[in-house]
Every structure is written in C-alpha cells, then in structure tokens.
Nanobody, 121 residues
Framework: QVQLVESGGGSVQAGGSLRLSCVTSGYTYCMGWFRQAPGKEREGVAR????????YYADSVKGRFTISHDNVKKTLYLQMGSLKPEDTAMYYC?????????????????WGQGTQVTVSS
C-alpha cells in the first residue's frame, strides 16, 4: 500500500511559479501529475520513471514545468513556471508500483487527494 501526500498548491498571478510536492510511503515504478479544471476532462501533465529518471510532458507545459523525483526522500516534485490562467486546476499526484507504460491515468493504482492551483490574470 502506497500513500501519496501532496502539498504546495496555492494562488499565484500569471507569470509566477509554484512547486508541488508529493511524499510517498513506498516503492514506485513511475509517478506523475494529472490535473482537472472545472468542466474539463482530467489530463496528464508530466510523468517520470523513478528508476531511469526519464520524463515526459504534455505539450501544453513543455518548457515551463519540470518534474523530478528524489529517491532518497521518496518525494515527487513539479516545478511550475510561467504559469498561465489555463493552468488553473486541481493537481493530482499519481503512482504505479509495477512495470508498465504509465501513459494513461488508468495505469496508475495510487492517487493523492489533490492540491488546488489557481492562476489569476
């Protein structure tokens, strides 16, 4: 059983930065962040394979967001910069504990409670 505890959300003006953190309680194969804005479908933002540290990003956040994982602290991070109002959403930390592709939300067996990010113009 893996627990995910997120922190770091908040309100910021457009162009600002925030860093989300997600502390895990056990082994993970891959981790990522999903987000869901009101009235919209949930979408993948970024993911990382905790062993290889390979990362993947949605086109909408490439060059602005950076995902990273500290294997010692067992903590996942999402550094968000040049934030835009359209980044406003609830952000969810996710984890998968066995090998796989890790591309789709259905492949993650653990989810955090979510942390709200609000970007004002």
């Amino acid at each position: 059983q893996v627990q995910l505890v997120e922190s770091g959300g908040g309100s910021v003006q457009a162009g600002g930065s925030l860093r989300l953190s997600c502390v895990t309680s056990g082994y993970t194969y891959c981790m990522g962040w999903f987000r869901q804005a009101p009235g919209k479908e949930r979408e993948g933002v970024a993911r990382i394979y905790t062993g290889s540290q390979n990362t993947y990003y949605a086109d909408s956040v490439k060059g602005r967001f950076t995902i990273s994982h500290d294997n010692v602290k067992k903590t996942l991070y999402l550094q968000m910069g040049s934030l835009k109002p359209e980044d406003t959403a609830m952000y969810y930390c996710v984890a998968r504990t066995s090998g796989g592709v890790c591309s789709f939300q259905t492949e993650y067996n653990y989810w955090g409670q979510g942390t709200q990010v609000t970007v004002s113009s």
